[in-house]
């Protein structure tokens, strides 16, 4: 069974001693590198002032590479082998930072983290070993996930991502995805920056972070001068802009009528498919076209569909099949295992 756990993308440089602040690792992520020790995941966004991710980091920066350790280290706490991992990017990169993030993956990782943060150990190192590293683009991640996890399709779909920093799409069939379909633009994050400037207009924000606004979005409130906002109707507004002005022509440039002819269904992933407001806009311009379907918990699509990929590529029952999605909002793993708890 494919089992998935995720944290927020965000990192900042912490040196302070904190001891027993999370009930288990994956909230009290505390990793070293070259003696600086940053704090990653719930425990930046509880314990830091700043947490922070570049969008569509490239294997080389800073808190890709501390996002990476964090999920080898939490996988490795759970399977207790060797890897073959599976990671992506946004189909506009993904070739670029291929190799790059081959070599920056594949090898061993001497990962040194402090576990006070959530029990009697202090800092400490593991070595986890990545046999093989793979590299697929989101959506082709997306697309073996649907096809090969719980909901098994077999029909042609339309796939669109709704991630943070990009949103995709294409036509996929039994063979694979048809490039010509393929389109790619601005992510969630063109509303949640439009949300953000609607709010300046009429409350002091502070020194409130992208990722910190990110997290309001997502739950409908934000605490400004200490008071309680309900954004909900500005998000249901920027949401509905973003898909009138990004989303919708986007679709049109991309699908012909002859793609409408040979397919009836349209998929929805990423994090984005978690806003009812954003399905609404797809159900409302596709209503005598497709059956809109949005992925079991979506915003874990990808990662389900790198792990498969690891699993098909061994048969060597002591490596584990590994997934990892380093999003620019979440960063989710995914293994197969039994275990339930970190």
Request: glycine share 6%; hydrophobic share 40%; proline share 3%.
């Amino acid at each position: 069974m494919l089992k998935t756990y995720s944290f927020p993308s965000v990192v900042e440089l912490n040196n302070f001693e904190l001891k027993k602040v999370s009930g288990n690792l994956l909230k009290g992520l505390k990793l070293k590198n070259n003696e600086i020790s940053y704090i990653i995941g719930e425990l930046a966004m509880s314990e830091g002032s700043s947490p922070h991710k570049s969008v569509n980091s490239a294997p080389s920066d800073l808190d890709y590479q501390l996002l990476l350790q964090a999920s080898l280290l939490l996988a490795y706490n759970q399977l207790q082998t060797p890897f073959y991992v599976t990671a992506g990017f946004p189909f506009i990169t993904y070739q670029l930072y291929r190799n790059e993030a081959i070599n920056a993956i594949q090898k061993n990782h001497n990962i040194q983290f402090d576990a006070s943060t959530c029990s009697n150990f202090g800092v400490s190192q593991v070595t986890v070993n990545v046999v093989k590293a793979m590299i697929l683009s989101e959506i082709q991640g997306c697309d073996i996930a649907i096809r090969k996890s719980e909901t098994e399709e077999k029909s042609n779909i339309f796939i669109v991502s709704l991630g943070y920093g990009t949103f995709e799409a294409a036509l996929s069939t039994e063979n694979g995805i048809i490039q010509r379909t393929f389109v790619s633009s601005q992510g969630i994050r063109y509303a949640v920056n439009m949300l953000a400037r609607e709010l300046l207009q009429s409350y002091y924000v502070g020194l409130i972070t992208e990722h910190q606004f990110d997290m309001g979005f997502k739950t409908g409130s934000l605490v400004l001068n200490r008071k309680r906002i309900d954004i909900t109707e500005f998000r249901k507004s920027a949401l509905m802009n973003y898909y009138r002005e990004v989303i919708s022509p986007m679709l049109r440039k991309s699908f012909t009528d002859n793609d409408f002819n040979i397919c009836n269904k349209l998929y929805l992933v990423g994090g984005g498919a978690l806003f009812p407001e954003l399905i609404d806009c797809f159900k409302e311009e596709f209503i005598d076209l497709l059956e809109i379907i949005v992925y079991p918990d979506p915003a874990t699509c990808a990662s389900k569909g790198y792990c498969i990929n690891s699993k098909e590529a061994t048969d060597d029952k002591n490596v584990a099949s590994v997934g990892i999605d380093i999003g620019n909002s979440s960063t989710t793993i995914c293994f197969y295992d039994g275990n339930e708890s970190f």
